[in-house]
C-alpha cells in the first residue's frame, strides 16, 4: 500500500484538492440556498411557498447522480459548455440544498413564534428579524443534523468521478485500472476521505456542546 501512495502520490493529491475545492464550494452555496429555501417555505404568500416546497421536495426525492449527469450531458448540449468539476459540483450544491432546507427549516420552526413578534414590534423589518434573532437560534439547534449534511455532502462529491470531475473518486478508480490494485487504491482513497470528514465531525460536536452551554 505504501509503495501504491508513493508510486500514485501526485494523483491521489490531485484529486484531493479537487475534492476539497468542489466540497467547500457546495458547503457554502448550498447553505446559502438551503437557508433561503427554508424561509420561502413559511412564507405567508401561497406562490413563494408552493415553488420552494417544489424545489425542495423534487431535489430530495431524485438520485444526486441524476442531477450531476443533467448538468454534464444535458446542460451542455442545449445551454452552456460546463465541465465535469462544474457539472458534479452544482448537482452537489442543488442536492444538498434541498436537505438543508429542511433541517433550517424545521430550527425554525422550533424558535418560539414570540421571538418573531418580539422583532417586529421593536422595528424590525421582517428580513431583519430572521437575519438577527430566528436564524442564529435555529442554527444552534440544527447544529447535529446540520453537520450530518456537511458530511455527506463530502462523500457525496464523490459523484464527481461519474462525471469526469477529477476528484478523489476518480484518480482513485484511473490508478486502480491501471495498476489492478484495487483494495489497496480503495483504501487509501477511503483515508482521504476520513481525513476531511473526520475533523468535520469533531468540528460539529464542539460547536454543539459550545452553543448547548452558552445557550
Known amino acids: 500500500m505504501l509503495t501504491l501512495f508513493q508510486e500514485y502520490s501526485g494523483m491521489f493529491f490531485e484529486g484531493f484538492k479537487f475534492t476539497i475545492y468542489s466540497s467547500i464550494i457546495a458547503l457554502f452555496f448550498s447553505l446559502i440556498i438551503g437557508t433561503l429555501m427554508a424561509i420561502l417555505q413559511l412564507s405567508s404568500n401561497r406562490l413563494i411557498k408552493f415553488l420552494a416546497q417544489a424545489y ?3 431535489f430530495r426525492n ?7 449527469m443533467f448538468f454534464f450531458v444535458v446542460v ?3 445551454w452552456v459548455q460546463i465541465d465535469g468539476f462544474q457539472a458534479g459540483t452544482i448537482g452537489l450544491i442543488i442536492y444538498t440544498s434541498a436537505f438543508i432546507a429542511e433541517t433550517v427549516r424545521s430550527g425554525i420552526q422550533t424558535v418560539p413564534k414570540g421571538q418573531t413578534e418580539a422583532g417586529l414590534s421593536q422595528g424590525l423589518t421582517y428580513s431583519q428579524t430572521m437575519r438577527y434573532i430566528v436564524l442564529p ?7 447535529p443534523p446540520l453537520g450530518n449534511q456537511f458530511i455527506n455532502l463530502v462523500k457525496n462529491s464523490s459523484v464527481l468521478a461519474m462525471v469526469a470531475g477529477l476528484d478523489l473518486m476518480y484518480q482513485g478508480d484511473l490508478i486502480a485500472s491501471t495498476t489492478f490494485n484495487t483494495f489497496d487504491t480503495y483504501i487509501i482513497v477511503a483515508l482521504f476521505y476520513l481525513v476531511l470528514t473526520l475533523p468535520l465531525s469533531y468540528l460539529m460536536n464542539h460547536l454543539e456542546k459550545k452553543w448547548a452551554i452558552t445557550g
Do not use: R
Open 56 to 58: 425542495v421536495e423534487f
Open 62 to 68: 431524485i438520485p444526486l447522480l441524476i442531477i450531476a
Open 76 to 78: 451542455p448540449l442545449y
Open 137 to 143: 437560534q435555529a442554527f444552534k439547534i440544527v447544529v
